[in-house]
């Protein structure tokens, strides 16, 4: 078994401005034991995805605050696709009316998490899903990163 801690990117899709939910996220995540990739505000799905596979992560999380949800994950979710990323989990928090969640759902994401998900929850379902795909250890030594703004 590998002593490689689960990497995690938590990306800010669309021109939403608002990140302290994210990084709120981010800290709960890396304090867990997890190591996390931050993109910083403002990416394209395009961006979000190929940032993904640069950083070698293991889960893509979307923080979504400003609408635009169900878009930025359907265009985020095709580009892994089309990127042959398959294997990497989607999820996504923030500002979701309760009846998009399952239309998020069908658009790829594996777990949704509206703003009033404690953060505890956060990170126990985010440790069950990489558990479950089994390619590294859910938990290990936290660290955090920032990828590079514009890659």
Not at 70 to 81: C, F, H, N, P, S
Not at 121 to 129: C, H, N, P, T, Y
């Amino acid at each position: 078994m590998s002593t490689v801690p689960a990497r995690v990117l938590v990306a800010k899709p669309g021109l939403d401005g608002h990140d302290r939910g994210a990084r709120l996220v981010a800290r709960a995540l890396r304090d867990a034991g997890f190591e996390v990739v931050y993109t910083g505000l403002r990416q394209t799905p395009e961006e979000v995805a190929q940032i993904a596979l640069d950083e070698d992560v293991d889960l893509v999380g979307l923080s979504i605050l400003a609408g635009g949800h169900l878009g930025l994950t359907r265009k985020v979710v095709d580009r892994l696709r089309s990127l042959d990323a398959t294997h990497l989990p989607v999820v996504v928090g923030g500002v979701i009316p309760e009846e998009d969640i399952p239309l998020l759902r069908e658009a790829g994401a594996a777990a949704v998490f509206p703003s009033s998900t404690p953060l505890d929850e956060v990170v126990r379902v985010i440790d069950e899903l990489l558990q479950a795909d089994g390619a590294k250890p859910a938990k290990a030594p936290g660290t955090a990163s920032v990828a590079p703004q514009g890659a």
